[in-house]
């Protein structure tokens, strides 16, 4: 909001021209009250400010805080329902951000759930800090840490494959 509100996003000598502002958050609390709401709403139709909550239906976080009409969400949402993957086990955590990716990658049909292939979406992510993928995946849980990260390597497209060997090169560096 401070880039609108400031004007950051006009170029220098022509105030009446706005490049998009433009945020995705997943997972997210609700973080205002109605003025905040009220100001946001006056930059989206004044700033060309924009906000599109990403929200997996069955997460408790953005239902929060609990405070009847205190606290209010802003912008557009779009619900994504990760308990219709068949690739996901049924008590994975909602609020992983690997599930939010994995809900995100896929889409809801008939009340169903497809990974959408070309996005290329790397299902043994969602596996890195838990055991949220279904047996027959053979992924490893909990496989990012400091032992050998449980036989699991980076191919060089940046995906993560499982390979049984004894042999496992360190990671990339960030």
Do not use: C
Request: hydrophobic share 35%; net charge negative; charged share 25%.
């Amino acid at each position: 909001m401070d880039i609108a509100s400031n004007g950051w996003n006009k170029p220098t000598g022509n105030s009446n021209k706005a490049s998009m502002v433009t945020a995705f958050p997943a997972a997210s609390p609700r973080v205002g009250d109605n003025i905040f709401k009220g100001v946001f709403e006056i930059l989206k139709d004044l700033r060309n400010l924009h906000l599109l909550r990403i929200v997996n239906s069955t997460d408790p976080i953005p239902k929060v805080p609990w405070l009847g009409g205190i606290y209010t969400h802003v912008g557009e949402e779009l619900e994504i329902d990760t308990t219709k993957s068949s690739y996901l086990k049924s008590n994975v955590n909602p609020h992983n951000l690997e599930v939010y990716e994995h809900g995100i990658a896929g889409f809801q049909e008939n009340g169903e759930f497809k990974l959408e292939e070309e996005l290329g979406f790397d299902n043994p992510v969602v596996n890195k800090y838990s055991d949220g993928l279904q047996d027959e995946y053979k992924m490893p849980d909990n496989w990012w840490n400091k032992e050998k990260f449980k036989n699991m390597v980076q191919m060089d497209d940046g995906h993560w494959k499982f390979v049984d060997s004894t042999y496992v090169p360190d990671p990339p560096r960030a």
